[in-house]
């Protein structure tokens, strides 16, 4: 049973008379990888300063294993960073980097070596212990950044996008290693992006964040498949958000027609949101479809085409390995499972 390590009670933050988290719980167990996702300016850098000690919440508490740590500072908090910024010391080469921390400690000389070895051979930078941090690639000064927080064993490393510097293929390698290094060590991580595809990738829990407020916590494929809301199933991958109305327990209706599906509990004719997954349509002919429409436009996208249907006044993003031919009519099916229902949510305009 995993343990309870850091958690989080009716968090607010507010900087300049602006609420910029609100009312955030969360709880994070032993051995988690939690990333917390939203677009930028949704408050989830705040949220890991304080966790990591660096702002004081403006109301709300911290906890590591059940004790407040609000008013801990961050040296004493068993907790360390890894900012996008690495801050590594440019006057000091790679093992010395690393050893920082440690010989902060007091630690003594054998043990240093132990611990930096260990932690070198974990970011595949043995050999390079006398190189000037200066003259590492992006990738390897990230390495290091990490190993230098790893060094010290501490129970949660919390990273805040530590990979928006990197090029996209650097960008997937690391996602793989970080992955890689949580589950090796088994410590707690806490990461932060705007990065869909890094949260699902990397995270066993996912926080979806906008303007402060928790809108989705749950599993990567939680999210994915059972968004709460549009705002969640816009951000979590590309989808078709359509108006509907829940008839009843396992019948929708949308676009002018009435269909099967696997949800219940809504209540009887009540209004919805449907999301069906660009992926989740597949091209037929018009006949066979149980919708139609004329293709608007089509762009290869490496691994699938994507491509616009118009159908009526509505728009269908359709991604399919199967071209087909602007301007030319056809049929689109999904299967029931493959619709998903949300609670209708009246929001603010500037939500």
């Known amino acids: 049973m995993k343990r309870k390590v850091i958690e989080g009670r009716n968090l607010f933050k507010e900087i300049s008379g ?24 949704s408050g989830k850098t705040t949220v890991l300063r304080m966790i990591g000690g660096f702002e004081m919440p403006t109301a709300g508490d911290i906890l590591f294993e059940d004790k407040v740590i609000t008013s801990v500072p961050p040296y004493e908090r068993p907790i360390n960073t890894v900012f996008q ?13 690393i050893a920082f921390g440690l010989r902060l400690k007091k630690m003594e000389e054998q043990e240093i070596r132990k611990r930096v070895g260990r932690m070198l051979e974990l970011v595949t930078l043995r050999g390079f212990e006398k190189r ?10 990230q390495r290091v950044a990490i190993a230098r927080a790893l060094v010290n064993e501490p129970k949660v490393l919390l990273l805040d996008e ?21 589950q090796e060590l088994g410590i707690t991580f806490i990461y932060v992006t ?12 996912v926080i979806v964040m906008n303007k402060g407020r928790i809108e989705q916590f749950g599993t990567p494929v939680n999210i994915y498949n ?17 108006d509907g109305i829940m008839y009843r327990d396992y019948e929708v209706g949308f676009a002018g027609q009435r269909f099967r599906c696997v949800d219940a509990g809504f209540g009887v004719d009540q209004p919805v949101e449907v999301v069906i997954r660009p992926e989740d349509i597949k091209l037929v002919s018009p006949e066979e479809g149980m919708l139609r429409g004329i293709v608007d436009s089509i762009v290869f996208k ?9 159908e009526g006044q509505r728009s269908w993003l359709i991604q399919s390995t199967i071209k087909a031919l602007e301007d030319t009519e056809v049929g689109m099916r999904f299967n029931p499972d493959d619709i998903h229902i949300m609670k209708k949510q009246e929001r603010p305009a500037d939500a």
């Open 18 to 41: 602006q609420r910029v988290v609100d009312n955030f719980n969360f709880c994070v167990r032993s051995e988690d990888f939690l990333t917390i996702l939203g677009p930028s300016g």
């Open 194 to 205: 705007h990065d869909q595809e890094e949260a699902l990738t990397m995270s066993n829990q």
């Open 226 to 242: 059972e968004p709460v809301n549009a705002f969640v199933a816009d951000f979590i991958g590309e989808s078709n958000i359509l």
């Open 85 to 97: 910024k690495y801050a590594l010391f440019p006057h000091m080469d790679v093992y010395e980097n």
């Open 132 to 141: 000037a941090v200066d003259s590492l690639s992006g990738g390897q000064q």
């Open 302 to 310: 490496g691994v699938h085409y994507e491509m616009v249907v118009l």
């Open 162 to 182: 530590p990979l928006g510097a990197l090029d996209l293929k650097l960008r997937k390698e690391m996602q793989v290693e970080l992955k890689y290094m949580q």
